[in-house]
């Protein structure tokens, strides 16, 4: 039996299939290769996992498309599923907020119904930390409302843990939603703020830094996140009517995957400053639109089900990263000129 990984191609679904298969796992890997950012990293991500050998099966289909994702699938055995795919990003659901509807409400069906046709013994989504909105109660709890989005892609992921819930009821499908805090690390995504600040750093250009550095964020390094994805994988929970993490009694479970610290911006910045041997040019600029001004997760039930327990801290995860830009990711900046 295989694992299917939707979004292979993509950050934090490399690491995840990179991990599954050092264990000895068959992993199947889909994903579109849209153009969001450069192809060229997400090629180069997928020459990665074709190291591995036959253990991984890659195909280019759009999960979002039912008829071409059951054909690709036809004959093949899956018994779990990861499904991290997604049209991320919070600015660009404002610029282009019908690629989330497809990607984030459609594909998400398309993954329940895969689900269901196929009996798999655990789904396991990813959500986001923007489900909690501008929540003002710090840290974040997945016992908290998250009712009031303030971004569309906010708005699809709460939608996917909703329709999550539905199929958890009606179907008794085991599932688990991983709320994902500001996830970075190598292979990281060029539209987050490690790459940007990376990138015009030692570019000499100057760096945006929204609400004039008034922000705190939960940075978690992609290595703890794969260790909570895995984790949460091997637990799928129990249709038992128990009171399950985020409140359901269904088979479906919600957790937050952070590193438990709200870090200033300005100090993180600092950090990429040092790990880049070069002075940042500060741009402070207003808040953004779908933007919050913290985030802070709260790992009570991850730590209690899943014993996560994040290691990486940002001192040693961003010149982790510095460093591995310098080598991988800055060619290919240049290439796209």
Request: aromatic residues 10%; neutral net charge; proline residues 6%.
């Amino acid at each position: 039996m295989a694992v299917l990984v939707t979004g292979a191609a993509g950050f934090i679904g490399m690491h995840v299939a990179q991990a599954l298969l050092a264990r000895g796992e068959t992993v199947i890997g889909v994903d579109n290769l849209n153009d969001y950012y450069p192809v060229a990293l997400k090629k180069a991500r997928l020459a990665e996992l074709e190291k591995s050998g036959g253990a991984f099966a890659f195909h280019c289909v759009d999960f979002a498309d039912e008829t071409a994702l059951d054909a690709t699938l036809a004959g093949r055995e899956i018994d779990r599923i990861v499904h991290l795919g997604a049209q991320a990003g919070v600015r660009y659901s404002i610029e282009n907020p019908r690629a989330y509807a497809r990607s984030n409400l459609t594909g998400h069906l398309n993954i329940l119904e895969l689900a269901r046709s196929r009996r798999v013994r655990h789904l396991v989504y990813a959500s986001s930390s923007s489900v909690y909105g501008a929540n003002a109660a710090l840290p974040f709890s997945v016992a908290d409302r998250a009712d009031h989005p303030v971004s569309l892609y906010a708005a699809t992921k709460r939608a996917d843990e909703l329709m999550s819930e539905s199929y958890a009821h009606l179907y008794r499908l085991p599932q688990t939603g991983l709320r994902f805090f500001t996830v970075y690390g190598p292979w990281g995504r060029p539209d987050m703020a490690p790459w940007l600040f990376t990138r015009a750093i030692l570019a000499g250009e100057p760096i945006r830094v929204f609400n004039e550095g008034r922000m705190r964020r939960d940075f978690t390094y992609v290595d703890d996140v794969v260790t909570g994805a895995l984790a949460a994988l091997d637990r799928p929970p129990a249709d038992d009517g128990s009171e399950k993490a985020g409140g359901n009694r269904t088979p479906h479970a919600l957790y937050n995957l952070g590193n438990n610290r709200a870090e200033a911006l300005t100090d993180v910045i600092d950090l990429f400053e040092k790990a880049c041997g070069v002075p940042a040019i500060r741009q402070l600029e207003p808040m953004q639109p779908g933007d919050v001004p913290a985030t802070y997760a709260d790992l009570t039930e991850a730590s209690r089900d899943l014993y996560f327990r994040p290691r990486t801290s940002i001192g040693e995860g961003i010149p982790r990263f510095v460093d591995w830009y310098r080598r991988h990711g800055a060619p290919i900046d240049a290439a796209r000129g």
